[in-house]
C-alpha cells in the first residue's frame, strides 16, 4: 500500500472493480437466460408437432389398414376415384359397384380420405344410428353463411338437447297447425298461383320454392309473413347465399383478399337484418290479449290481437314465442339468428324438392291426378267444415306424397360421419372414424327386394291395402288392369305407415332424421288438397319430361319441367 492512499480509497477502487464486472455479466447472464427459455419453447413445439404428426400417421395407418378391408374398386390414382364423378353419374357409378362387391362399398376419394357406401336397410339403420356427427365442411359452410348456429353444428353431442326440444314443439305445436293449414296460407298461395301463372308456364323448380318459403314463412313467423314487403328478397338472398356458402368454405382459410368473398359477406349481413325485421314485425303486429275468462266453462285463452285484416288466432299463441325463443335465445342483441335462417334454408330445401316430385309426377300420370282430385271432392263434401280439409281421410293423396319422395328423393345421398369413435358395424365391418358415410337413397327406395319388381314404376297403391291386417312387405294392388283391380278411393283403405320399412328413407332416419318430417308431410298434403281443388296442373304443350330409366334401379328426370296450372270449372 501506499502511503498517500487510505484504506477507504482501496474499498473504492475494489467497488468499482466489482460493479464492472457485475455490468459485464449481467447481459451475459440475461442472453443466457433468453437462450435457454427459447430452447425450452423449441422443444416443447418440437415434440407437440411430433406428436401430432405421429397421431396423424397412426389415424391414416389406421385409415388405410380398415379400408384395405372393405369391398371396392381399386385406386385409379394418387387422387382416388373422385375424379371418375366428373365423367360418368355418382349414382350409376355406385350402383355398379355394389352390385359387383356387395351392400358395401368403400371408394377413395384420396390419401386421406375415405367415402364407405351401404345399401342393406339393415345396415343402414344401424349405422344411422351409430353414426351421430355431420360433415365438418357441412358446419363450416353453414356457419360461414348464417352464423352461429346451436341447431346445425356437426357434432351431435352439441344439438342433441336442442333438437329434442324443438322436435317435440313441432310435433305438439306445429303439427295441429299443419292438419289446418294454416288455410289462409294455402289461400294466399293459390291467390299468387291464379294471379301470376294460371294458363300460363311456370317453371316447376321456381314454384315448388316459392311454395315451399311461403308455407315455413308463415309456420315460423305467423300471417305476417305473408304481406310481409321484402318475402321475395328474402327468399332470392337465402338461396343465393347457401348456393355460394359451400364454394367459400370450401377454402381452408377464408379468402379476404377476394372481392367475391366480401359480396358474399355483405349479403349474408343483409340476410341477418332482414331476419331480425321479419321477427320484429311479428311482434309489432301480433300481440297478446289479456287473459279470457270464460264463464260458461271456466277455461281460460289466450289470443292475439292482430292489426289489419289478419285472422285472430286462440291457442298455440305462448308457444309460437317459444319455438322462436328455441330456435335462437337472443333474437333482440347482435346474436345473428343462424338457427332460424338454419331452419328456413333446410326446410325449404327439402320441402320445395318434395312438392317439385309431386308435381312432376301429377303431370305424368294425370290419371292419377283426377283420382286425388275426385278424392278430394269426396272428402269436402262429407267434411262439417267448409274449407276445411280432412288431410286424414285422403288416403290417396298421402299416398301419392310417400310414393313422390320414395322414386324422387330430395337429395341423391344421405351423409353421415363419425368423427371421434370408429364404427363397428354387425355385418363385421369396422368403418374408421373420419370416414364419409353415405347411403344412396334412390338406390335403397327402389330396391326391388324391398319394394317389388314394380320398384322403378309410380305407383301409390303400394301404400294402401283394403285390409287393416295385412302386412306391408305384401303385394300391392297394381296401378294398371281391369277397373275391378283397382282399389276405388270410395272403398275403406287403409295408409300403410312407411316408416315401418327401413328403405324408405326421404327424410333420414336415426339420430339424425329431420325433426320435422311429419309436419312438413301434412302440410304438404293439405297444400295439394286445395291447390287441385283449385287448379289442374298440365305439362306444358310440346315439352318432354318424362323420367329415363339408367338402369334397373335408377331414374333420372330430364330438366325440370314447364307446367301449366289450369283453373278448374266448378
Not at 394418387?78 to 371408394?107: A, C, D, M, P, T
Not at 306424397?401 to 364404427?423: F, N
Amino acid at each position: 500500500m501506499k502511503p498517500c492512499e487510505t484504506p477507504y480509497t482501496l474499498l473504492g477502487v475494489l467497488l468499482s472493480r466489482r460493479r464492472s464486472n457485475y455490468s459485464c455479466e449481467y447481459p451475459n447472464f440475461l442472453r443466457d437466460y433468453a437462450i435457454r427459455e427459447i430452447n425450452v419453447l423449441l422443444w416443447i413445439s418440437l415434440i407437440a408437432i411430433t406428436t401430432f404428426l405421429v397421431k396423424r400417421v397412426i389415424k391414416l395407418m389406421k385409415l388405410w389398414s380398415y379400408g384395405r378391408n372393405l369391398p371396392g374398386p381399386p385406386c385409379p390414382s394418387l387422387f382416388g376415384h373422385s375424379q371418375l364423378f366428373s365423367g360418368e353419374n355418382l349414382i350409376e357409378f355406385l350402383s355398379k359397384s355394389h352390385e359387383k362387391y356387395g351392400s358395401i362399398v368403400r371408394l377413395w376419394l384420396g390419401p386421406t380420405q375415405l367415402m364407405v357406401s351401404v345399401k342393406d336397410p339393415v345396415i343402414i339403420k344401424e349405422m344411422l344410428i351409430k353414426a351421430e356427427d355431420k360433415l365438418p365442411a357441412t358446419e363450416r359452410a353453414f356457419h360461414m353463411a348464417f352464423g352461429r348456429s346451436s341447431l346445425f353444428a356437426s357434432s351431435f353431442k352439441k344439438v342433441q338437447k336442442r333438437r329434442e326440444s324443438l322436435a317435440e314443439q313441432l310435433n305438439n305445436i306445429l303439427l295441429q297447425r299443419a292438419n289446418a293449414i294454416p288455410s289462409k296460407v294455402v289461400d294466399y298461395i293459390v291467390q299468387n298461383v291464379g294471379s301470376t301463372t294460371a294458363n300460363r308456364v311456370s317453371d316447376c323448380r321456381s314454384i315448388s320454392q316459392h311454395m315451399a318459403f311461403s308455407i315455413l314463412g308463415s309456420t315460423l313467423f305467423g300471417d305476417v309473413f305473408l304481406g310481409w314487403s321484402n318475402a321475395t328478397l328474402y327468399e332470392e338472398m337465402l338461396m343465393k347465399i347457401s348456393k355460394e356458402a359451400s364454394f367459400w368454405a370450401s377454402y381452408t382459410i377464408p379468402p379476404f383478399w377476394k372481392r367475391g368473398f366480401w359480396r358474399f359477406k355483405c349479403l349474408c349481413t343483409e340476410l341477418r337484418c332482414l331476419t331480425l325485421d321479419i321477427i320484429q314485425q311479428r311482434r309489432k303486429y301480433y300481440k297478446f290479449s289479456q287473459l279470457d275468462q270464460n264463464p260458461s266453462n271456466g277455461t281460460t285463452k289466450i289470443g292475439r290481437v292482430v292489426e289489419s285484416d289478419a285472422v285472430i288466432f286462440s291457442g298455440g299463441l305462448m308457444e309460437d314465442d317459444l319455438l322462436l325463443a328455441n330456435l335462437d335465445g337472443h333474437l333482440n342483441g347482435d346474436e345473428p339468428c343462424g338457427n332460424v335462417m338454419g331452419v328456413m334454408f333446410h326446410g325449404c330445401l327439402t320441402t320445395a324438392g318434395l312438392i317439385g316430385n309431386i308435381l312432376t309426377m301429377l303431370v305424368i300420370h294425370p290419371e292419377i291426378q283426377d283420382k286425388i282430385y275426385s278424392e278430394i271432392m269426396m272428402v269436402h263434401k262429407r267434411s262439417s267444415k267448409s274449407g276445411v280439409h280432412n288431410i286424414y281421410d285422403m288416403k290417396f293423396l298421402m299416398a301419392t306424397v310417400y310414393e313422390s319422395a320414395r322414386l324422387l328423393p330430395v337429395g341423391p345421398l344421405l351423409q353421415r360421419c363419425s368423427r371421434t369413435h370408429d364404427l363397428d358395424l354387425k355385418a363385421g365391418v369396422t368403418v374408421p372414424a373420419g370416414s364419409i358415410l353415405v347411403v344412396p337413397i334412390q338406390l335403397v327406395q327402389m330396391d326391388g327386394s324391398s319394394w317389388g319388381k314394380d320398384a322403378s314404376e309410380f305407383n301409390p297403391h303400394r301404400f294402401l291395402s283394403k285390409d287393416e291386417r295385412r302386412s306391408f312387405s305384401e303385394p300391392r294392388v297394381p296401378l294398371t288392369g281391369a277397373a275391378d283391380e283397382v282399389v276405388s278411393i270410395e272403398e275403406s283403405l287403409v295408409l300403410n305407415d312407411p316408416s315401418v320399412t327401413d328403405s324408405f328413407l326421404p327424410f333420414g332416419s336415426g339420430t339424425r332424421a329431420c325433426i320435422g318430417q311429419k309436419f312438413a308431410i301434412l302440410g304438404i298434403a293439405t297444400l295439394f288438397a286445395s291447390l287441385l281443388q283449385h287448379f289442374e296442373v298440365r305439362l306444358e304443350p310440346g315439352s318432354e319430361t318424362i323420367p329415363k330409366s339408367m338402369n334397373n334401379s335408377i331414374v333420372q328426370l330430364l330438366p325440370t319441367p314447364k307446367i301449366v296450372f289450369v283453373e278448374r270449372n266448378r
